[in-house]
């Protein structure tokens, strides 16, 4: 027995909207990264749940083919939707994302932690986790792309892709925080608040392959 052609295209809707629910999950992350801390998230927390998702949903057909090759039997149709009102569903979707999360929602609720940032400030608070989450919300379609560059399109592009992000976390953040935890260490001392954490935390930012290389080497 055949599969009716209905399904077939609602099969393919559904493949073709991933990539744009991994824009939704990046949009959580980015809210969850200030209601955990916005300088520091929780393992197992929303940020990071948000983000293995966003991966999942970038490199699904690429899973498949994985689970695929490896006995379990999965249809993935080939070609482009040929019912109407399904092919309509996907472009008003992705008019959706488009032109009202990413060009108009996402840049407003990126304001909107602006002026927490500056409410932070006012409570005497540190406002840099306000304005990093405003930053990451911002850099969605950056993200997005980096994600997409780093999918290798093998079977294991899922395994690839997350560890592509650990190394440009390692390699190009990491020095990044440490330099911010550096002048964190220098403004702290001139008014005379507590400031070697913060230089202990950038020489772990510069050493954290190096780190982590020697917790592999103790097992």
């Known amino acids: 027995m055949s599969v009716p052609q209905l ?11 991933a990539p744009l629910a991994a824009v939704g999950c990046l949009v959580l992350a980015g ?12 393992i197992g927390g929303g940020f990071t749940k948000s983000m293995f998702w966003s991966v999942v949903f970038l490199t699904l057909p690429q899973t498949l083919s994985f689970l695929a090759a490896r006995g379990l039997s999965i249809s993935v149709p080939s070609g482009g939707v040929s019912t109407d009102w399904v092919s309509s569903i996907y472009s008003v979707v992705l008019s959706l994302i488009q032109e009202m999360v990413l060009a108009r929602l996402v840049p407003t609720l990126a304001a909107y932690f602006v002026i927490r940032a500056v409410l932070d400030a006012a409570e005497g608070n540190t406002p840099l986790k306000s304005v990093l989450t405003a930053m990451f919300l911002l850099a969605i379609p950056t993200t997005l792309s980096l994600i997409n560059s780093f999918n290798s399109g093998g079977e294991l592009a899922l395994a690839d892709v997350l560890d592509s992000l ?4 390692a390699g190009r953040i990491m020095p990044i925080a440490a330099a911010l935890a550096i002048i964190g260490a220098i403004l702290n001392f001139a008014a005379a608040r507590p400031w070697l954490r913060l230089v202990a935390c950038s020489m772990a930012f510069l050493t954290v392959s190096a780190l982590w290389q020697l917790v592999v080497a103790m097992m």
């Open 31 to 42: 809210i969850s990264l200030r209601r955990e801390g916005g300088t520091n998230f929780i």
């Open 7 to 17: 399904l077939l295209d609602i099969i393919r809707l559904l493949l073709n909207l």
């Open 166 to 169: 650990w190394n440009y976390l």
